[in-house]
């Protein structure tokens, strides 16, 4: 039985060993977005509670840390009303709710690269200061 079984552990080892390697598929290549260098001031908001709950204000800051924490993400809403989501220009992309978890509920200027898709927008944070 032990033979028949290292037998066939060598036939499954020596099938796997033997296949050639499958190279990786190229599509049509990606042209990096343009984005703009900007600034803007607003309020950070963790979009959960803002936009499902109604909640937001000085009073909502320490349940805006803990969904922060949780993963949901923290943005900036501007006065005009315009949603900009903190992204990364690593990739894969890092979360940004660490960079902006202070400033929870708290009005902030952020300079950095802009970019609008689809009606909505992202800023990949350069610099950031509470207002």
């Known amino acids: 039985m032990l033979k ?3 037998g066939v552990l ?3 080892v020596g099938v796997a060993g033997s296949q050639t390697p499958v190279p990786a598929q190229q599509g049509p290549a990606m042209k990096a977005p343009v984005g703009t260098q900007r600034t ?3 309020t950070v908001v963790d979009v ?3 936009f499902g709950q109604g909640l937001s204000g000085a009073e909502h800051k320490m349940c ?3 969904c922060a924490d949780r993963g949901i993400p923290l943005a900036i809403l501007t006065d005009d009303g315009r949603l900009y989501l903190a992204i990364s ?3 894969p992309g890092e ?3 660490a960079r902006l978890k202070e400033f929870a509920e708290s009005r902030v200027t952020v300079t ?3 970019f609008t898709a689809a009606g909505a927008s992202a800023i990949q944070i350069e610099k950031i200061g509470k207002v």
């Open 10 to 12: 060598v036939l499954v």
């Open 95 to 97: 979360a940004q709710n």
């Open 89 to 91: 220009a690593s990739m």
């Open 48 to 50: 959960s509670c803002k």
């Open 4 to 6: 028949r079984m290292a």
């Open 64 to 66: 805006s840390e803990v």
């Open 40 to 42: 803007i001031t607003g």
């Open 112 to 114: 950095g690269k802009v």
